[in-house]
């Protein structure tokens, strides 16, 4: 995959956390080298990982301030997650204010640390603060893309219209490929009207990039923090493991299906640029190469293309397999029917 994804949402309380300890080991456990990130200084991301972050010698407060390599402060997982870990603690704090009497420079550290090690890693995941500040800011510096968990209420709503509107601004300024990687509907409850509502209209104004993968509220998810470790290793046969393992499915099946179109596409204008030129005959023609639907890169893109149904209800990934999304999307009224 190749990409930086920084999982960020100005509101609190949204699952950033919860997705990025998660969706690092469920990607891990497909083979993917994942580097996760811990940019808030409640240290969380750390503690729901298994380390002690009262007893870190390196963090990400040192690697932003240039005091170490980044590699130095690198911890590998050593419970079976199988991802590394850049560690945070209150530290952090200081860091950002340090910061922020930089005159120049001072948005891009992060990028200008993870740049050497970038081409280590298939994934790197990085866990925000529940704010906009310069640790944010660095975040989405360095990302390539944004994941927002999003829970489906009217607080939520107004969380996502400020993020939104902070990425226009670091994307005009600093960062012109910085893109949404998607929006994640966390705690969802199918039994919720508003829920419900809020879902459709995420769907109706985002589109494809609302994931079918929804996660729901699961105790296990609430509970494996405290035995630090990813729901995965704490109960893999959950519910929310098994959303999160989905997700992980349908974000790989997504960049597979970019990339196959994008290696179609380009085939397709090789081919295209490599055909010899033939003079037609004295009094007609030449036909013009054939560019409408019927064409074979037209219909790669058509086959590739994800499809959201208008009335996809999120309950995608709340039963059955965890790699059904990323293989076959069963049809909504029958994936409602298995949540209830």
Same mark, same amino acid.
């Given at each position: 995959?190749?990409?930086?994804?920084?999982?960020?949402?100005?509101?609190?309380?949204?699952?950033?956390?919860?997705?990025?300890?998660?969706?690092?080991? $469920?990607?891990?456990?497909?083979?993917?080298?994942?580097?996760?990130?811990?940019?808030?200084?409640? *240290?969380?991301?750390?503690?729901?990982?298994?380390?002690?972050? $009262?007893?870190?010698?390196?963090?990400?407060?040192?690697?932003?301030?240039?005091?170490?390599?980044?590699?130095?402060?690198?911890?590998?997982?050593?419970?079976?997650?199988?991802?590394?870990?850049?560690?945070?603690?209150?530290?952090?704090?200081?860091?950002?204010?340090?910061?922020?009497?930089?005159?120049?420079?001072?948005?891009?550290?992060?990028?200008?640390?993870?740049?050497?090690?970038?081409?280590?890693?298939?994934?790197?995941?990085?866990?925000?603060?529940?704010?906009?500040?310069?640790?944010?800011?660095?975040?989405?510096?360095?990302?390539?893309?944004?994941?927002?968990?999003?829970?489906?209420? &009217? &607080?939520?709503?107004?969380?996502?219209?400020?993020?939104?509107?902070?990425?226009?601004?670091?994307?005009?300024?600093?960062?012109?490929?910085?893109?949404?990687?998607?929006?994640?509907?966390?705690?969802?409850?199918?039994?919720?009207?508003?829920?419900?509502?809020?879902?459709?209209?995420?769907?109706?104004?985002?589109?494809?990039?609302?994931?079918?993968?929804?996660?729901?509220?699961?105790?296990?998810?609430?509970?494996?923090?405290?035995?630090?470790?990813?729901?995965?290793?704490?109960?893999?046969?959950?519910?929310?493991?098994?959303? &999160?393992?989905?997700?992980?499915?349908?974000?790989?099946?997504?960049?597979?299906?970019? $990339?196959?179109?994008?290696?179609?596409?380009?085939?397709?204008?090789?081919?295209?640029?490599?055909?010899?030129?033939?003079?037609?005959?004295?009094?007609?023609?030449?036909?013009?190469?054939?560019?409408?639907?019927?064409?074979?890169?037209?219909?790669?893109?058509?086959?590739?293309?994800?499809?959201?149904?208008?009335?996809?209800?999120?309950?995608?990934?709340?039963? *059955?397999?965890?790699?059904?999304?990323?293989?076959?999307?069963?049809?909504?009224?029958?994936?409602?029917?298995?949540?209830?």
């Amino acid at each position: 995959m190749k990409r930086v994804i920084a999982i960020a949402m100005q509101k609190g309380g949204v699952g950033k956390t919860t997705t990025a300890v998660n969706l690092a080991a $469920s990607l891990a456990a497909t083979k993917r080298r994942v580097l996760l990130v811990d940019m808030d200084p409640q *240290g969380n991301t750390t503690m729901g990982s298994g380390v002690n972050k $009262s007893q870190l010698e390196r963090s990400t407060c040192e690697v932003l301030l240039g005091e170490c390599q980044l590699a130095d402060a690198l911890m590998p997982i050593e419970h079976g997650a199988g991802f590394t870990l850049l560690p945070a603690n209150q530290d952090l704090t200081a860091a950002e204010v340090r910061l922020l009497t930089l005159p120049i420079g001072r948005e891009t550290k992060l990028r200008q640390a993870l740049t050497p090690k970038r081409d280590d890693f298939d994934v790197i995941l990085i866990d925000c603060p529940p704010a906009l500040n310069m640790l944010t800011v660095n975040a989405l510096v360095a990302a390539d893309s944004v994941l927002i968990p999003m829970q489906c209420e &009217y &607080y939520a709503l107004e969380g996502l219209s400020a993020l939104l509107s902070t990425i226009e601004q670091i994307r005009a300024a600093v960062n012109p490929r910085l893109s949404i990687e998607g929006v994640l509907r966390t705690m969802f409850d199918p039994r919720n009207n508003l829920a419900n509502e809020v879902s459709a209209q995420l769907i109706a104004h985002f589109g494809d990039k609302v994931f079918r993968t929804v996660i729901p509220r699961n105790i296990r998810l609430a509970e494996a923090p405290s035995f630090g470790k990813p729901a995965l290793f704490h109960d893999k046969e959950s519910r929310g493991a098994l959303a &999160y393992l989905a997700l992980a499915g349908e974000m790989i099946r997504r960049e597979e299906e970019s $990339s196959g179109t994008v290696r179609t596409a380009t085939a397709m204008a090789g081919a295209t640029a490599a055909t010899p030129a033939v003079r037609a005959p004295a009094g007609t023609t030449a036909a013009a190469p054939a560019t409408g639907s019927g064409t074979p890169a037209d219909n790669a893109v058509t086959a590739h293309a994800p499809v959201t149904p208008a009335g996809e209800t999120a309950t995608t990934a709340v039963g *059955g397999s965890p790699m059904a999304p990323a293989v076959t999307a069963s049809p909504a009224p029958q994936a409602e029917d298995r949540s209830r």
